[in-house]
């Protein structure tokens, strides 16, 4: 089906390197219209498909992308901004259009029973279309080098809006055997097929490479799971699936899982590997679950401009350690100050990493290229770690003021961007406030220009310009904000407020 993809988009007279936008939750069309790009030679944009509509729009505007597949319950997203005509092509799926007979049941019930897809209406053509038009046309396998771009993997990077991070065949190939080569001793008595579970969704960096390439290349079964946040249908899959081998899941989703009494039921008796990333995992919620699971929760650390994976502990240990482990093969850590020194073991300091996971660099950005990535190719991470004399590290700060919720970044200054363009609003600063599920929640803190403005006004502004994890949990009204002699805004002192 892939290649059918592939060959469909043949047919559109692409230029070389031309970016395809997929926004799809972890059903099979995101895996057939991600790797049908790559193998038509063309580069995968992955959009979160919770954004709005003007996150939307920057990421087709900033990435070019000439065509759009997605799934129909996002579509009326789109619909806001259908008509600035930036894609020449759109391509809608359904939910059930790969299920055969059975999809005609799971579409009827989306539609008209749950009504689960908001109304929508633009010119597009129908995802089951698209792979029939390419059977009919047929497959030219193109020449790709390890050196072209398969991704452009949208981050806030280490500060600000949204950026590409340019990762090439060769980067995605390094990062996929370079957690196989780390995976490969827990498997050594294992002679089944392996079972992967795919939780996280697929458009982050995390479970793209860590679940679904590496699942692939292992031969492994993926489980899809489109929606984690139904905790209760989700712990009905893991009930029908006791063979689930590999579980890669951040700390919210762990710690939703083991506070749910049903839960005590699930068994998982060829549980190899809980694999914890993308948020610091916390250790009551890694201690519950490995009593629960009989197994260790893994720490390991990445991020999207290093393919993820950087650091991991071996899948070996006995007990959560709260460090993020060690290096992966071929891959170098230091901890740099400022002056880009490199700090003796157990001194804290910028973790920056070296690679063939490393990006290339940041989309139409040499700037912040040459910013983030030393002379010597180290990429400077804006994390700051210590690692010990043998060689596990550990993360003690952020070096920016970027918040984390639930494992998603957060910057800080498009959300004090956003909430400034409110009429109401005279200054704006915001911060991560520390959340017990989450880990973070974004807090607000606002000088007023009105002062009829409320905060119920303020939560549903953003409601309508954010998706949900970057939208602020607290307000607060303040009226005046602390500032340096330059008149810059101070964030660390709001902490204190």
Known sequence: MSKDFAAYLQTLGLEAGARIGIMFPNVLQYLIAMLGTLRAG???????????AREFEHQLQDSGATVLV?????AHVYQDIANQGLVKKVIVSSLGETMGPKGVI?????????????????P?????????????HGFTSPKIE???IAFLQYTGGTTGISKGAILLHRNILANIIQIESWLDPALKDLHQQLVFLCALPMTHIFALTACGLLGMRKGGKLLLVANPRDIT????????????????GVNTLFHALIHRPEFFKVKLPNLLVTIGGGMAVLKKTADLWQKLTGVVITQGYGLSETSPVVCVNTPFVKEFTGSIGMPVPSTDVLMLDDEGVELPFGTPGEICIKGPQVMAGYWNRPEETEQFITPEGYFKSSDIGIMSPDGYVQIVDR????????GFKVFPNEIEEVISLMPGVRECAVIGFLHRKLGEIVKAYIVKDRSELTEAQVIQYCKEQMTS????RKIAFINEMPKSNVGKILRRHLRDL
């Open 469 to 472: 994890y970057k939208r602020p």
């Open 42 to 52: 063309f580069v995968v944009v992955n959009i979160n498909p919770l954004y709005t």
């Open 124 to 136: 597009c053509l129908k995802f089951n279309q698209a792979l029939k038009l390419g059977a009919g």
């Open 146 to 148: 390890q050196d072209d």
């Open 70 to 74: 997605m799934l129909e319950n996002f």
């Open 106 to 122: 799971v579409n009827l019930v989306a539609r008209h029973i749950k009504k689960l897809i908001p109304h929508w209406s633009f």
């Open 233 to 248: 249908g989700f712990i009905r899959l893991l009930m029908k699936h006791p063979d689930i081998n590999i579980f890669p």
């Open 399 to 406: 070096k920016k003021d970027m918040i984390v919720v639930a």
